[in-house]
């Protein structure tokens, strides 16, 4: 069976079990080449558009609860970024923190599908990506809701952020040395839980936990790399004029406070948000209280 065969056979599986008081789920998978690259995604609804951009170790999947409830007012649309499932993936392919080429392939992605002005949500990885996207296409951009970007180049030159970056280095190096070994058993949870705080890995549902090691080739990719890591600076946030709706998860790591806190200061139209009972997941660990927030926002953007 290919990849694409077991894409369906999952997309397919996930329909069946869905609730039947709930909208259907989003059509079958489709693809669209966009930046030299075949995009997957899914939608679901119709209207105005949105684009859901997952975070690392994810893919297109990481939104399928969401769909549905986003799906009643807008077309709802989730891609999987360049190296994630269901595309093929390799260790050698795009890593998962080269948020500037991820950006222009959200750009060409929406341009491929003959969009002209969209709505963004995006989580962790994806929101670094939509923030360089943003900030280069800026006339794309109706509003952004952005969940915990791992922007650090919004920290350089902070006071008192050198020692928080050095721990965040330092926490995310088992991870990191597990990926170049290729332990990716031992990497995953290493990097969930460095990321999201402990016991972060333990409380993801088994179908998560799958996602996470269907895409951690780009993670592999990253860690590997010797491409130079992109920087987003204070003064491209200022270039974007949209609103934007920023989130931080109770529970997240001190690390994405100060970075949020550099963009509340530096995007000139926004609004940010502390969502109750989550970590850096936000969307997956409270998607009721996620979902409405988002909701909210875009109902008045």
């Not at 039947?20 to 789920?25: G, L």
């Not at 280095?169 to 088992?174: C, E, F, H, R, Y």
């Not at 998560?208 to 130079?228: E, Y």
Request: net charge neutral.
């Amino acid at each position: 069976m290919t990849t694409r065969d077991l894409a369906r056979a999952a997309f397919a599986a996930s329909i069946i079990a869905a609730p039947m008081n709930t909208m259907t789920m989003a059509d079958e998978i489709k693809r669209i080449s966009a930046n030299g690259t075949e995009l997957a995604y899914v939608e679901l609804g119709k209207g105005d558009p949105i684009i859901f951009v997952h975070g690392g170790l994810q893919d297109y999947r990481m939104w399928s609860e969401h769909l549905p409830k986003f799906g009643d007012r807008y077309r709802a649309i989730a891609y999987s970024r360049r190296n994630h499932f269901p595309s093929d993936v390799s260790p050698d392919g795009m890593p998962d923190g080269a948020a500037d080429a991820h950006g222009e392939d959200l750009a060409a992605f929406v341009r491929a599908l003959g969009l002209s002005k969209v709505r963004i949500v995006a989580h962790s990885a994806g929101a670094h990506a939509a923030l360089f996207f943003a900030a280069m296409h800026p006339d794309m951009i109706v509003s952004l809701a952005l969940n915990e970007p791992p922007a650090t180049g919004l920290l350089t030159g902070v006071p008192n952020t050198a020692d928080m970056l050095k721990e965040w280095g330092s926490n995310q190096a088992p991870a990191r040395e597990a990926f170049k070994a290729g332990d990716t058993k031992a990497g995953i949870p290493l990097f969930v839980n460095a990321v999201g705080g402990p016991g972060a890995y333990e409380r993801r549902s088994d179908a998560d936990k799958k996602m996470n090691l269907d895409n951690v080739a780009s993670s592999q990719a990253d860690a590997t790399t010797k491409r130079p890591r992109p920087v987003f600076t204070c003064e491209m946030a200022k270039a974007i004029t949209a609103p934007t709706l920023l989130s931080n998860g109770e529970r997240s790591p001190k690390f994405f406070y100060l970075i949020m806190d550099q963009l509340e200061s530096c995007l000139p139209n926004r609004e940010r948000i502390v969502v109750a009972g989550s970590s850096h997941t936000v969307p997956a660990e409270n998607p009721e209280a996620y979902n409405q927030a988002v909701l909210t926002f875009l109902g008045k953007h």
